[in-house]
Nanobody, 117 residues
Framework: QVHLVESGGGLVQAGGSLRLSCAAS????????MGWYRQAPGKQRELVAH???????NYADSVKDRFTISRDNAKNTVNLQMNSLKPEDTAVYYC???????????WGQGTQVTVSS
């Protein structure tokens, strides 16, 4: 099992920055990849950014050049630096861990990000 706890959400004005962190515990060595997803009211959950165990990353087109995902293996954390935030970035952000040996995806409880115009 993998347990994920997010932190760092909040309210920010458009153009501002926030940093989300996700602390993983449990069967850490089984995690293949981690990522951040978000879900806005009335919309489906969507991938924001993803980082593999080797460190390769990919981003949703809507956040490229504004968001940066990073992984600290020593601290078992994954971070999402969000710059130049827009009102359309408002959503609940979820940390995700994918572990093939453990049967699939694990999710954090989510953290609210609200960007005011």
């Amino acid at each position: 099992q993998v347990h994920l706890v997010e932190s760092g959400g909040g309210l920010v004005q458009a153009g501002g920055s926030l940093r989300l962190s996700c602390a993983a515990s449990g069967s850490i060595s089984s995690i293949n990849a981690m990522g951040w997803y978000r879900q806005a009211p009335g919309k489906q959950r969507e991938l924001v950014a993803h980082i593999s165990s080797s460190g390769s990353t990919n981003y949703a087109d809507s956040v490229k050049d504004r968001f940066t995902i990073s992984r600290d293996n020593a601290k078992n954390t994954v971070n999402l630096q969000m710059n130049s935030l827009k009102p359309e970035d408002t959503a609940v952000y979820y940390c995700n861990a994918f572990a093939v040996d453990l049967g699939g995806h694990y999710w954090g409880q989510g953290t609210q990000v609200t960007v005011s115009s």
